[in-house]
T-cell receptor, first 113, second 111 residues
Framework: ETGVTQTPRHLVMGMTNKKSLKCEQHLGHNAMYWYKQSAKKPLELMFV???????ENNSVPSRFSPECPNSSHLFLHLHTLQPEDSALYLC????????????FGPGTRLTVL | GENVGLHLPTLSVQEGDNSIINCAYSNSASDYFIWYKQESGKGPQFIIDIRSNMDKRQGQRVTVLLNKTVKHLSLQIAATQPGDSAVYFC??????????FGPGTRLSVLP
């Protein structure tokens, strides 16, 4: 185990639903990340939080809304998603933005119908 | 952003043989590289890293080679085992900036 947990592991939702993905890290890290992993594409960075502050939004559509209430928890709120948003959503953490190694969670497999 | 790519999308090797997975990068300013392993149903797992001031780094059964002249990175796995079957990603970055990940190579270990 990497010390980063994600729930749920699988999620199926309709385009009109609202759902949230949760990530928790038990490593005492200060930086957390959301990535999207689609089939046959490299990992795409979505959001970066450092010390609870969002430091990067990588041109992500507003139907994805992150929230970082503290350094250990990260959420990704989803609403009015599209079928092309179906992917594996990975959370990662690192000591801080200046430390390179990131530890990944197992991901949430999202299917949008 | 700069491209980080893999020469081979799939690689099949016999159990016990050595595996070599390659990666090309295009940003000569990149100074840090990581290899990740991703097994089915799991997130990427750190394998080994190397900084640009090194040419080679060894871990347990794995070796990473960095050739800055041709911007090439490789991961060598000795005595490949069934548990090594996974997708392997390379990633590059410049200190303090975001990682750029390659598309991945699937390694299949044949009995």
């Amino acid at each position: 185990e990497t010390g980063v947990t994600q729930t749920p592991r699988h999620l199926v939702m309709g385009m009109t639903n609202k759902k949230s993905l949760k990530c928790e890290q038990h490593l005492g890290h200060n930086a957390m990340y959301w990535y999207k992993q689609s089939a046959k594409k490299p990992l795409e960075l979505m959001f970066v939080y450092n010390f609870k502050e969002q430091t990067e939004n990588n041109s992500v559509p507003s139907r994805f809304s992150p929230e970082c209430p503290n350094s250990s928890h990260l959420f990704l709120h989803l609403h009015t998603l599209q079928p092309e948003d179906s992917a594996l959503y990975l959370c990662a953490s690192s000591q801080d933005r200046q430390v390179n190694e990131q530890f990944f969670g197992p991901g949430t497999r999202l299917t949008v119908l | 952003g700069e491209n980080v790519g893999l020469h081979l999308p799939t690689l099949s090797v016999q159990e016990g043989d050595n595996s070599i997975i390659n990666c090309a990068y295009s940003n000569s300013a990149s100074d840090y590289f990581i290899w990740y392993k991703q097994e089915s149903g799991k997130g990427p797992q750190f394998i080994i890293d190397i900084r640009s001031n090194m040419d080679k780094r060894q871990g347990q059964r794995v070796t990473v080679l960095l050739n800055k002249t041709v911007k090439h990175l490789s991961l060598q796995i000795a005595a490949t085992q069934p548990g090594d079957s996974a997708v392997y990603f390379c990633a590059e970055n410049i200190w303090g900036q975001n990682f750029v990940f390659g598309p991945g190579t699937r390694l299949s270990v044949l009995p």
